[in-house]
């Protein structure tokens, strides 16, 4: 079984710059969580999916982060502009359902210079 | 104060030594426990799972939960160098409530 896709695994770019993330769950999971993890710290969430919808995005800063999941399956996560303090490690995760173990993907490395 | 607070300060162990790692907490109201483990350049895994307080076992893996003291362990038996990870605590109310994480404790095993 696959297990959680992310893509790109690594991005650079320059500060004021757009950079998108790409996100495929592990099939049938239908609960899927972006995290930012920090250099030396725990991952954090950025907003959970049941299906399509976003139930929990109390800790996405809105004014320059945005997520869609349209059809329930693949994710996509925005900044734009990036600033300096992007600079992080944004995992997917999924579950079966918001009580089941959460499968984590390898994370893109992003660096904002 | 956060949440869940774990001494993120490296830990280095020879083969074979017992590996201890703690987390504590302020929120009484978490009841799910958690070890994730997550070796370099990879996502987290999951580790152990624990409801409330007590102990389990998994191998050379043990968590341990003690509510009254908001103090939570994992100890390692007969640590390996495919053990050097960062393992980190994490902890819920249940429910639709997001996961608490703690900073991490890098382990490095030494052969």
């Known amino acids: 079984e696959a297990g959680v896709v992310q893509s790109p695994r690594y991005k650079i770019i320059e500060k004021k710059q757009p950079v998108a993330f790409w996100c495929n769950p592990i099939s049938g999971h239908n609960t899927l969580y972006w995290y930012r993890q920090n250099l030396g710290q725990g991952p954090e969430l950025l907003i959970r999916y049941e299906n399509e919808e976003a139930v929990d995005d109390s800790q996405l800063p809105k004014d320059r982060f945005s997520a869609e999941r349209l059809k329930g399956v693949d994710s996509t996560l925005k900044i734009q502009p990036a600033e300096l303090g992007d600079s992080a490690v944004y995992l997917c995760?999924?579950?079966?359902?918001?009580?089941?173990?959460?499968?984590f993907g390898p994370g893109t490395r992003l660096t904002v210079l | 104060q956060k949440e869940v607070e774990q001494d993120p300060g490296p830990l280095s162990v020879p083969e074979g030594a017992i590996v201890s790692l703690n987390c504590t907490y302020s929120?009484?109201?978490?009841?799910?426990f958690m070890w994730y483990r997550q070796y370099s350049r990879k996502g987290p895994e999951l580790l152990m799972y624990?409801?409330?307080?007590g102990n389990k076992e998994d191998g050379r893996f043990t968590a341990q939960v003690d509510k009254s003291s908001k103090y939570i362990s994992l100890f390692i038996r007969d640590s390996q160098p495919s053990d050097s990870a960062t393992y980190l605590c994490?902890?819920?109310?249940?429910?639709?409530?997001?996961?608490?994480f703690g900073k991490g404790n890098q382990v490095v095993v030494i052969p």
């Open positions: 624990t409801y409330s307080s």
């Open positions: 995760a999924s579950s079966l359902g918001s009580l089941n173990e959460q499968f």
């Open positions: 929120n009484s109201a978490f009841q799910y």
């Open positions: 994490a902890m819920t109310k249940g429910g639709n409530n997001r996961l608490a």
